[in-house]
């Protein structure tokens, strides 16, 4: 992973932290990752951000989602989905079972 580009989507970071390959994302995010997708070159992925993720469906940047559930019920949390998202169906185009009972699941989205 250090060897990847990495762009850091942050409201209170001045800088990447100096993680390797590294940039701030500093303007509009919209404007942002449209220009990323229009470039040549690998998928983007995202990790560890719902509110991203959330902003990037809203503005139709998503073409895939990739979930992994995991065997644990933790009562509460962060959810990827807001109340009253827009309905969109999911087509499952992957999944994969692991010895430890994770799934990962690969849904592509459905243009509304």
Do not use: C
């Not at 509009?28 to 719902?50: C, M, N």
């Amino acid at each position: 992973m250090h060897g990847y580009p990495k762009h850091v989507a942050s409201t209170i970071l001045q800088e990447p932290l100096g993680w390797n390959n590294s940039t701030l994302i500093k303007g509009d995010i919209r404007e942002e990752v449209s220009s990323l997708k229009q470039q040549e070159g690998k998928d983007i992925l995202v990790f560890g951000s719902a509110q991203l993720v959330r902003t990037l469906m809203r503005h139709g940047l998503v073409d895939e989602l990739r979930l992994m559930v995991f065997p644990i019920i933790v009562g509460k949390g962060k959810h990827v989905f807001e109340d009253g998202e827009d309905g969109r169906i999911l087509e499952l185009v992957d999944s994969k079972t692991f010895g430890t009972g994770v799934v990962s699941l690969a849904y592509r989205l459905e243009r509304s």
